[in-house]
C-alpha cells in the first residue's frame, strides 16, 4: 500500500498565542505508549491503561538495554510532546501488557477504542503513535489469540471514526534506512505516515517527513551522555536525555504542532546542583552529535536529491570542535 509525500515539515518550537476560549477547552493530545513516567511531564497530564486491571497493576522494572529502550520511550516522547505544546494536556495511554515489553494490535485497538470514548471530554486533536505493532509490509496488526483480520478492521474502522470526528492518528514510518518498508499502522490509508529525514527508506511511504537533528531534553536527566534510551531516566542528573531524530520523534513532535500550540504558565525554575562533568563525557557528546550529522550528510551525497549544503556545514564546524575537545582532553 502506497503512502503519498504530501509535505516536508521543519522541527519548529514556536508558540503562538490562543484567545481566552481556547484555553478554556484547549484540544488534548493522546499518547500511545508501553510505559509512561508521568512525574517527570510537566503541566496538565493524564494517566490512562487499557490492558486491564491485573495487567495495569503490574510495574515491572526494566533489567536489560532492551526493557530500557520500552521502558523508557514513552516517557521520551511525552517529553518531546510537552516541549512542542507547553500548555496542552496530554493523555498518557499505556497500552502493553507490560511496561518493558511492546504494543500488539490489540492493545493499540483498546488505546483507541478508549479515545473514541473520551474523545469529546478531553477534546482530544490528535494521537501521536510511535511504535510498530504489527506487520507494515502485509499491513496487518499482531493480534495474539485474535483473529488478524478481525483486528485489523476493527484498527481501521476506529481511526476512520476518530478522522471523522476531527481527531488524527499520526503513526511513525519506522527507522527503514532504504527501500520502501513501513510499519503497521503507518501504512493503513487514514493514517498520518511520518518519516524523517535522517532515515531514507522511511520517507518513500510517508505523508509528512520532518528534518532535525538530535532531540536534547530541558527536563529528562541521565547520568549518561550518550544518546538515550538505554540508561535510567532521572529528574536529575549530569546530563540531559538526548534522541536522534527517529521517526519516533519526528510522530510525537508532528502529533503536538498539529493543534493549536499553547504557551504554559511561567514557572520558577528549581535551581541545578553545580555539576562538573568528566571532559570525556563531554567528548562523548559531540562525538554522538557528529555521528548523527555524518549519517545524514552520507545519505544526501549517495542520494540523487540536491546537496544539502547547510547541513554539511554544520558537519564541518562540528568537526572542528571536536578536534578542538578532543586536543583538549588528551592534554591533560
Not at 20 to 42: K, V
Not at 70 to 89: E, F, K, L, Q, S
Not at 201 to 224: A, M, W
Request: aromatic share 6%; hydrophobic share 40%; with cysteine.
Amino acid at each position: 500500500m502506497m503512502k503519498k509525500i504530501a509535505a516536508i515539515a521543519a522541527v519548529l518550537f514556536a508558540l503562538v498565542a490562543v484567545s481566552p476560549a481556547q484555553a478554556e477547552t484547549p484540544n488534548a493530545i493522546a499518547i500511545i505508549d508501553a510505559n509512561f513516567d508521568s512525574s517527570l511531564i510537566s503541566g496538565n497530564v493524564v494517566d490512562v491503561c487499557v490492558v486491564g486491571e491485573v495487567l495495569c497493576a503490574r510495574d515491572d522494572k526494566p533489567v536489560t538495554s532492551s526493557h530500557f529502550r520500552n521502558y523508557n520511550h514513552g516517557t521520551i516522547m511525552a517529553d518531546i510532546v510537552r516541549a512542542n505544546n507547553p500548555g496542552a494536556t496530554i493523555i498518557l495511554i499505556r497500552a502493553a501488557n507490560i511496561k518493558t515489553s511492546v504494543i500488539n494490535g490489540l492493545g493499540f485497538e483498546a488505546a483507541l477504542d478508549w479515545i473514541q470514548e473520551n474523545r469529546d471530554a478531553y477534546n482530544i486533536g490528535s494521537v501521536s503513535f510511535s511504535y510498530n505493532a504489527g506487520n507494515g509490509s502485509r499491513c496487518l496488526p499482531a493480534s495474539p489469540g485474535v483473529n488478524v483480520i478481525d483486528t485489523h478492521n476493527e484498527i481501521v474502522s476506529d481511526i476512520s471514526l476518530l478522522k471523522a470526528m476531527g481527531t488524527t492518528v499520526y503513526a511513525a514510518s519506522g527507522n527503514h534506512g532504504s527501500g520502501d518498508r513501513i510499519d503497521y499502522p503507518a501504512c493503513i490509508d487514514d493514517v498520518v505516515a511520518v518519516g524523517s529525514t535522517l532515515y531514507r527508506g522511511s520517507q518513500i511511504q510517508s505523508d509528512i517527513i520532518v528534518t532535525g537533528f538530535t532531540y536534547t531534553s530541558e527536563v529528562l536527566k541521565s547520568n549518561s551522555s550518550r544518546l538515550q534510551d538505554r540508561y535510567p531516566i532521572l529528574s536529575s542528573g549530569a546530563f540531559p536525555v538526548r534522541v536522534g531524530n527517529t521517526t519516533s520523534v519526528a510522530t510525537a513532535i508532528t502529533a503536538a504542532t498539529a493543534v493549536p500550540v499553547i504557551v504554559a504558565a511561567a514557572v520558577e525554575p528549581e535551581p541545578e546542583p553545580e555539576t562538573q562533568p568528566d571532559p570525556r563525557e563531554l567528548l562523548g557528546v559531540s562525538l554522538d552529535s557528529t555521528t548523527v550529522l555524518l549519517q545524514s550528510v552520507t545519505t544526501n551525497v549517495k542520494s540523487s536529491d540536491e546537496l544539502d549544503k547547510a547541513t554539511a556545514e554544520k558537519l564541518i564546524a562540528d568537526l572542528k570542535k571536536l578536534v578542538e575537545e578532543l586536543e583538549t582532553v588528551y592534554n591533560k
